[in-house]
């Protein structure tokens, strides 16, 4: 026995031996300062891609009006000025399109968030017949493009009285399924120990929800408010069909107004996109540590 066990053990430690260096090695190789570097570089590299088109929209919307056609590209502006922001504020009202966005945008963020909150909890946590289901075919309605629903979704709208107002616009993506999906995997991720501690001190659903859940669900709400907050602020195409009245239209379809003159001022509408963008930027930038950690809690990379 003895005799047999010493091969086994001189081989094992073989093994242990041979698979050190190869560990030492590769962390040697991803920690050295060109491993470093690369990555860095690979960074810097991507980053100014993805930043350039704000970038040349910030350079063109302070340069002089026409500097735009000039031959040669111009990364900085000859002389900044803001003639190109006075003049769409001064012509087009700008101020009552970034307050139509604004309102929607709020109003269509806080009614889906607390939705998809509600119903991903319901998927994630309660037992009701049918409840995988009605996930799946809530899950279905991703795969189907918007503008197949766009006759049917208006013909609804206008059965319901509510076309050329903000409603039209709000209630139609109050449940999506993408954030119906994102809560609920957040929330089967929360420890059941917590759950089932809540449950035997006296506590019902609701207030499982609200007194446990929710505090947890901090990144997931961050997640949801951008998505949502984002998606409302960019929508084109539907707010174009349902609001009728130009005093209550966004800043996406403000900017097809400026696009459709018969010549159009690219420096002017390159002023309207900055503004239309800058909110989103600082939005993002002030709540992406939560959008990482929303994700990653989700499962999703």
């Known amino acids: 026995m003895t005799a047999t066990a010493a091969p086994q053990l001189h081989s094992s430690n073989t093994r242990t031996s041979t698979r050190r260096p190869a560990t030492r090695s590769s962390s040697r190789i991803h920690g050295s300062p060109w491993g470093l570097a690369a990555r860095i570089t690979i960074a810097v590299v991507v980053s100014a891609i993805v930043m350039f088109p704000l970038y040349w929209m910030l350079v063109v919307a302070f340069s002089p009006r026409g500097e735009v056609f000039e031959p040669g590209i111009r990364l900085w502006p000859s002389e900044f000025t803001f003639e190109n922001f006075a003049k769409v504020f001064g012509q087009f009202p700008v101020a009552d399109w970034f307050v139509n966005s604004v309102s929607i945008g709020l109003v269509a963020t806080a009614l889906t968030v607390v939705l998809n909150l509600l119903a991903g909890y319901a998927f994630a946590r309660l037992r009701f017949p049918g409840r995988t289901a009605l996930?799946?075919?809530?899950?279905?309605?991703?795969?189907?493009?918007?503008?197949?629903?766009?006759?049917?979704?208006?013909?609804?709208?206008?059965?319901?009285?509510?076309?050329?107002?903000?409603?039209?616009?709000?209630?139609?993506?109050?449940?999506?399924?993408f954030g119906i999906f994102l809560a609920r995997q957040f929330f089967i991720a929360i420890p059941d120990e917590l759950i089932e501690a809540a449950r035997i001190d006296g506590a019902g659903p609701v207030r499982v929800f609200l007194q446990i859940v929710l505090p947890?669900?901090?990144?997931?709400?961050?997640?949801?408010?951008?998505?949502?907050?984002?998606?409302?602020?960019?929508?084109?195409?539907?707010?174009?069909?349902?609001?009728?009245?130009?005093?209550?239209?966004?800043?996406?379809?403000?900017?097809?107004?400026?696009?459709?003159?018969?010549?159009?001022?690219?420096?002017a509408i390159m002023a309207l996109a900055l503004i239309s963008v800058l909110p989103m930027v600082v939005l993002f930038l002030a709540f992406q540590r939560y959008f990482v950690q929303g994700f990653a809690r989700t499962g999703i990379r």
């Open 135 to 177: 996930f799946m075919l809530a899950l279905a309605t991703m795969m189907v493009p918007v503008q197949v629903i766009m006759v049917a979704q208006f013909r609804l709208v206008a059965d319901l009285d509510l076309v050329g107002t903000y409603w039209s616009v709000i209630l139609p993506a109050a449940a999506a399924a």
């Open 216 to 267: 947890l669900s901090k990144p997931l709400i961050a997640v949801l408010i951008l998505l949502t907050l984002m998606g409302s602020w960019n929508d084109f195409a539907w707010p174009l069909i349902a609001l009728k009245d130009p005093d209550l239209f966004t800043l996406p379809i403000g900017l097809l107004y400026l696009k459709g003159q018969t010549t159009p001022d690219y420096n």
